[in-house]
């Protein structure tokens, strides 16, 4: 991996040196996968789920046993989109192999109903997933499922953002999916999700397809402890100074979101020789000023009424009863039931959280430009 510009990195993982602690997590992961069980990684978004994956992955990599893959449901919208993301995740990790397309890949790859072109320039192969493969979701799951399995290494399979699997219109997907596991004992899986209460449901409802089939890892913020070293070695390595009590100020104001420390420390970064409170306030003022555009578009996707509950959400942090006369008075927010149905619908799109009995809106960022206007 090329060293990045900037020592504090903003997508993924960039190797282990940009990466701050999680020494605990990696070892409870390590544990878990390396005694059978399958993990279920949960936490708010933004605070590290996909980077700590990514960095687990190459620590089992490097120790020769394992083969890992990485597959995010993000843009899969339906079933067919989900097992075409896992097909071409499983064919851009195994199917490029310097001897050319085996026999094993050939197979897997007519099972699922999908085929292969090559460029006529360079002559990489790429794949061409059959409109054939919808309705045919399992067979293919299957064929991918046998070809994981005879791998001669043991396979580790992350599917990121896996709250979506709940949401498919075909009502037996999470059942497919569940059954899909059950049958390929040998594979691990870590299933991740940032939608905290869809995952919970998921693995934590007697009803549902998972339920207690993974063992739940809930991530945190990065302790200040940790983060205060991390973040004042990568100054010093360029000769910076940042202070331990402007850390603790951004860490504060970025409520732990590693995105956001991140963030605000890659500017400060790239800005200062000896930061300065006064470069901090300035830094986070330009950070949201560049959002504006982006935060503009919120109230027009809601409602008057949850955008004005939404907004009061923010500025009150940290609020414990949205329901309170004096917090519903102070906004003028009107009826408690017209409240409670606004933030209903506000955590139904993961904009409000509850956090141990503290509601919050779940982009930082979002909740310091709200709280300012
Ligand atoms: N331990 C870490 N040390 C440094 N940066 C991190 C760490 N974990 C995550 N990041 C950075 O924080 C941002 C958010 O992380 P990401 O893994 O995408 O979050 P999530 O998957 O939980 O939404 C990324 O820019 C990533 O580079
Ligand atoms: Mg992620």
Sequence with gaps: MKKPD?????????????????????????????????????????????????????????????ETLYVDFLSA??????????????????????????????????????????????????LNLGLNAQGHEEQSLQALGEFLNQRKKRIVVAIDEFQHVATYSERNAEAMFRTWVQKFPSIRFIFSGSHRGMMAEMFLEKNRPFYQSAQLISLGPIPLEKYTPFIQGHFAAKKKVISAEIIELIIDWSRGQTYTVQLICNYLYAQCQTVKESDFHRVRADILAQQQAVFANFPKMLTKTQWK?????????????????????????????????????????????????????????????????
């Design 6 to 66: 900037n020592p504090f990195v903003l997508n993924t993982y960039h190797g282990k040196a940009y990466f701050c602690d999680r020494e605990d997590d990696l070892l409870i992961l390590e544990e878990h996968i390396k005694n059978g069980r399958n993990v279920v990684l949960y936490a708010w978004r933004r605070l590290g789920k996909s980077a700590l994956v990514q960095r687990f992955f190459e620590e089992i990599e490097d120790s020769g046993d394992y």
């Design 77 to 126: 919208v339906t079933l067919e989109d989900a097992v075409k993301e896992l097909s071409q995740a499983v064919f851009d990790r195994f199917g490029k192999t310097k001897s050319g397309i085996n026999a094993t890949i050939q197979k897997m790859i007519s099972s699922i109903g999908a085929s292969i072109s090559f460029d006529p320039v360079s002559g990489v192969p790429s």
């Design 309 to 373: 509950v939404f907004q009061a959400i923010a500025k009150e942090e940290p609020l414990q009863n949205p329901l309170s006369k004096e917090f519903i008075n102070k906004y003028q927010l009107g009826a408690a039931s017209t409240v409670n149905t606004a933030i209903k619908s506000l955590q139904k799109q993961e904009l409000v959280i509850e956090d141990e009995g503290i509601y919050l809106a779940h982009e930082v960022l979002l909740a310091r430009w709200m709280a300012r206007l």
